[in-house]
């Protein structure tokens, strides 16, 4: 495989915000990463296989760069990534939609490789998180990789100064390693000080999707016995499901939506007392496997000037899942303030 330059991305609000103190090339990207005189082509690091065979058969190790505005006090951390659906999620969630992003997702071979996110807090947009060493051993489940990293200022940053706003800097890494594998990261932070974690493979960690996952509520009069769900892995079992519950043609548009050969659809429910009760999905996270966590409560949402009188019903969300799955973990609060957890697998469910 041909090894490709490492690239700069500086996206969404952090953008802009570059683009006006100068932070960027001429060109608008920076191009120049962190090469290495040992490889003065690829304007990458001098760590990364130059002769791909060497060291697994399979891809070189490869990154390109990221950064958005965020609040202060974020560590230094790392996901790994087992398929392009879930990389895309992240992507997404952290609201970076760059084309030089998702190509190298997209161009990812994750049958033979995995993607590893690596972010850092920074003072400023017009900062880089630098890859300094990448170390490969081993092949497949057996692969552990060690990356170093260090967060520093752009040349811009000193040449043009850069508006002080709290930054996250990172690098996607791609790498010939299994899901499975060991990632052993450092990253020097801002402030000199270095930090030390490890990433035991795609199952370690979450991250947010709330803000980027679709869902919708529904009501009906018959009542559950207790809170329950089910995960719905085709358009026929989905309308078959909504249709026991009369629901059929009004979500009908919802489940057309939904291409069932990359994600799927979790309908949760619980009974309320009266019709000011909705089922409120509270927060959604997503691991690198793709595995999806939920939760939602049963809240009241009247206004004061409402008027609710006492009828027993069914509130309930459908949930479309960034990635299709195997299994889904649900825990929902009842109108009782209990809390109970729900594992769901494919067209099943069972309340824990």
């Given at each position: 495989m041909t090894k490709r330059s490492r690239r700069t991305v500086l996206c969404g609000s952090a953008g802009l915000l570059a683009l006006s103190a100068g932070c960027l090339s001429d060109a608008g990207l920076s191009d120049d990463g962190n090469g290495d005189e040992n490889d003065p082509g690829a304007g990458g690091n001098g760590d990364e296989n130059d002769d791909p065979e060497e060291s697994t058969g399979?891809?070189?190790?490869?990154?390109?760069?990221?950064?958005?505005?965020?609040?202060?006090?974020a560590a230094p951390s790392g996901t790994l990534f087992a398929s392009d659906g879930?990389?895309?999620?992240?992507?997404?969630?952290?609201?970076?939609?760059?084309?030089?992003?998702?190509?190298?997702?997209?161009?990812?071979?994750?049958?033979?490789?995995a993607v590893v996110a690596l972010e850092a807090d920074a003072p400023t947009p017009c900062h880089e998180l630098a890859l300094e060493t990448t170390d490969l051993e081993g092949a497949d489940e057996d692969a552990a990789l060690e990356i170093?990293?260090?967060?520093?200022?752009?040349?811009?940053?000193?040449?043009m100064g850069c508006a002080q706003v709290e930054s996250v800097v990172g690098r996607l890494v791609r790498a010939p390693i299994d899901a499975d594998a060991t990632v052993s990261v450092t990253i020097t932070d801002r402030d000199g000080d270095e930090r030390a974690f490890e990433i035991d493979g795609a199952a370690d960690g979450s991250f947010d999707v709330t803000e980027t996952i679709d869902a919708a509520?529904?009501?009906?009069?018959?009542?559950?016995?207790?809170?329950?769900?089910?995960?719905?892995?085709a358009a026929d079992r989905t309308l078959e499901w909504l249709g026991d519950r009369d629901l059929d043609d009004e979500y009908a548009?919802?489940?057309?939506?939904?291409d069932f050969e990359s994600a799927d659809v979790v309908a949760l429910e619980a009974d309320a007392p009266t019709r000011c009760y909705e089922l409120v999905l509270e927060a959604a996270s997503l691991d690198g496997?793709?595995?999806?966590?939920?939760?939602?409560?049963?809240?009241?949402?009247?206004?004061?000037?409402?008027?609710c009188g006492e009828a027993e019903q069914t509130v309930g969300l459908l949930v479309r899942t960034p990635v299709a799955s195997d299994s889904v973990s649900a825990t929902l609060t009842d109108r009782d303030g209990d809390d109970h957890?729900?594992?769901?697998?494919?067209?099943d469910a069972t309340d824990a």
């Open positions: 399979k891809t070189s190790i490869d990154d390109v760069a990221f950064g958005f505005t965020a609040g202060p006090g879930v990389a895309t999620s992240w992507l997404e969630a952290h609201g970076l939609e760059d084309d030089q992003l998702t190509e190298f997702v997209a161009e990812t071979d994750f049958e033979n490789a170093t990293a260090e967060v520093r200022a752009d040349d811009a940053d000193d040449a509520q529904f009501e009906y009069g018959t009542v559950p016995t207790e809170p329950d769900g089910a995960l719905l892995s548009d919802f489940v057309d939506a939904t496997r793709g595995a999806l966590d939920l939760e939602a409560a049963v809240s009241d949402e009247s206004t004061e000037d409402e008027l957890s729900i594992e769901l697998s494919a067209d």
